[in-house]
């Protein structure tokens, strides 16, 4: 045979396979790894989906307190207007009670 040839089942065709397998290990770990980056961004998008929804449950907690807190603050203002309101009139009532008693004792001195 010519120099640089080997013969069919001489020890050419080890190494041959030995690429082989490399290159196929090679490839294999590719994959795996373009098929576990797809479930990692899997996992990374359903946790942000997650978090997405405990983020809008809690705001919609706060809303409804918010709310509630705004209601009742609203009440105690108008209690406390109407009682201010009250006051005042009652206090002008009593003053011009007072100016009507001390009206005639004036005119009579």
Known sequence: MNEGQ????????????????????????VIAYLVM?????????????EASNYAMDATGDL???????YERGKNVVEN?????????????????KIRDELSPQSSDS
């Not at 809303?63 to 807190?69: F, G, N, P, Q, V």
């Not at 406390?80 to 011009?96: C, K, L, P």
């Open 6 to 29: 080997s013969a069919p089942g001489e020890s050419g065709k080890g190494g041959g396979f030995f690429a082989g397998f490399i290159v196929g290990a090679i490839a294999g770990g």
């Open 63 to 69: 809303r409804s307190k918010a709310t509630d807190l």
């Open 37 to 49: 980056q797809e479930d990692a961004r899997d996992l990374i998008v359903g946790k942000a989906r």
């Open 80 to 96: 406390a207007r109407s009682n201010i309101n009250a006051a005042v009139d009652e206090g002008q009532t009593s003053a011009d």
